[in-house]
C-alpha cells in the first residue's frame, strides 16, 4: 500500500500538472470503484483544480465550490499520468480523469478492487474522511508521546493504525522500528523515556529519509514503480537476508495477510519472535534465538 513518502510524492508532482486545470471527464473502467452518490459525479466536470492534499493514505483534490474528489489507493492501486486522452482498457484500469493538459488514470493490480473514489462537497465532509491521526512530520515530541500512551499495545500496531498515526503503513513500520533498535510486539507503555525518543526520532528520519529519497528518484518525471518493497529497505521484504547493520538474519512474524519483518540482533536481543501460525505447528522445536 502506498504510504505517506508515496502519496506525498504522487501529490507534490499532480499539484505541478493539474493544479488551475480544468476537470474535462471523469471515465469509470469499474463503477464499483465510486463509493458516492450525493453529490453526483457529474458536478465535478467542468470545475478547476484549487490544491491538494493528503488525508491519512488518501488523496484529496480540491475544485471550485470547495468540491473535494478522494482516491484511498488501498493495497495495489497506483496512478499513472498522460499527458493526452488515455484509453481505459483491461480489469486493472479502473478510471481516467481528464484534464484540459493531459489525464490520470487509476489502475488496481489483481481480483479484489478496494481502491476508493469519494466526491463531497464542504470542509465537514471532507473531513468525514480523516481517520483522527497526527502527522508524524509535524507533531510535536508531546503530541507523540500522547498518541503513544494512549492505549497499551503493540508498537507495531500502533504506529500503522489510522487513528494514531496518519500515513504510516506496514513497510515504513517495520524500517522505523529497526531504526528505533525496538521490538514490533514490544507494548506502547513499557518503552522507558530513551525509547521513546529514538522512536520518535526513527519515526521523522526514516519517513523524511524516504521521502527525499523518492523524490529525487522520480527527478521532474511522475512516480512509477511505486511498490512497499524496495531494495534499500533495511528489513521490510528482506526476510532470510542478512541485516545491513548487525549481519542477523532478518526474520517474520505472519497473520493473516499481514507480515512484520525484523532483525533479531538489532531489535530483540537476538531472540526469535513467534509465529503465530508456524510456531504452533512446531512447538518445542521453534527457535528461540538467532544462533539457533
Known amino acids: ?7 506525498e510524492l504522487y501529490i507534490e508532482k499532480l499539484d505541478e500538472r493539474i493544479r488551475g486545470r480544468i476537470v474535462r ?3 469509470l473502467g469499474n463503477p464499483f470503484l465510486l463509493r458516492s452518490v450525493d453529490p453526483p459525479l457529474t458536478d465535478a466536470i467542468g470545475k478547476a ?16 465550490e470547495d468540491y473535494w474528489l478522494i482516491l484511498h489507493l488501498m493495497v495495489a492501486g497506483r496512478l499513472k499520468w498522460l499527458n493526452n486522452k488515455g484509453r481505459i482498457g483491461g480489469r486493472n484500469q479502473l478510471a481516467a480523469f481528464d484534464f484540459d493538459c493531459g489525464s490520470l488514470l487509476l489502475t488496481e493490480a489483481g481480483t479484489k478492487k478496494r481502491a476508493s473514489l469519494y466526491l463531497v462537497r464542504g470542509q465537514d465532509q471532507l473531513q468525514l474522511h480523516d481517520p483522527g491521526g497526527i502527522e508524524p512530520l509535524q507533531c510535536s515530541f508531546a503530541e ?3 498518541r503513544l500512551q494512549s492505549e497499551n499495545r503493540t508498537l507495531k500496531r500502533l504506529l500503522t493504525s489510522p487513528a494514531k498515526f496518519s500515513g504510516i503503513g506496514n513497510a515504513y513500520s517495520d524500517e522505523i522500528l529497526h531504526a528505533a533498535g525496538l521490538s ?5 507503555r513499557k518503552l522507558d523515556a530513551a525509547e521513546q525518543r529514538r522512536l520518535f526520532d526513527a519515526m521523522r528520519q526514516v519517513l523524511e529519509d524516504w521521502r527525499d529519497k523518492l523524490r529525487a528518484e522520480s527527478g521532474d518525471r511522475f512516480p512509477v514503480g511505486v511498490t512497499a518493497f524496495r531494495e534499500d529497505m533495511a528489513v521490510h521484504g528482506k526476510f532470510g537476508k542478512p541485516c545491513p547493520v548487525c549481519g542477523a538474519i532478518v526474520q517474520r512474524i505472519r497473520y493473516k495477510s499481514n507480515e512484520t519483518n525484523y532483525c533479531p540482533g538489532c531489535q530483540t536481543g537476538g531472540r526469535i519472535l513467534a509465529d503465530r501460525s508456524l510456531s504452533r505447528l512446531l512447538k518445542d522445536g521453534w527457535p528461540l534465538s538467532a544462533n539457533e
Not at 514490533?184 to 506502547?188: D, R
Request: aromatic share 2%; glycine share 8%.
Open 184 to 188: 514490533p510486539i514490544k507494548h506502547s
Open 49 to 64: 483544480v484549487t490544491g491538494l492534499c493528503r488525508i491519512g493514505k488518501r488523496i484529496a483534490i480540491g475544485l471550485d
Open 25 to 27: 471527464d471523469i471515465r
Open 144 to 146: 507523540f508521546l500522547e
Open 1 to 7: 500500500m502506498p504510504e505517506l513518502p508515496d502519496i
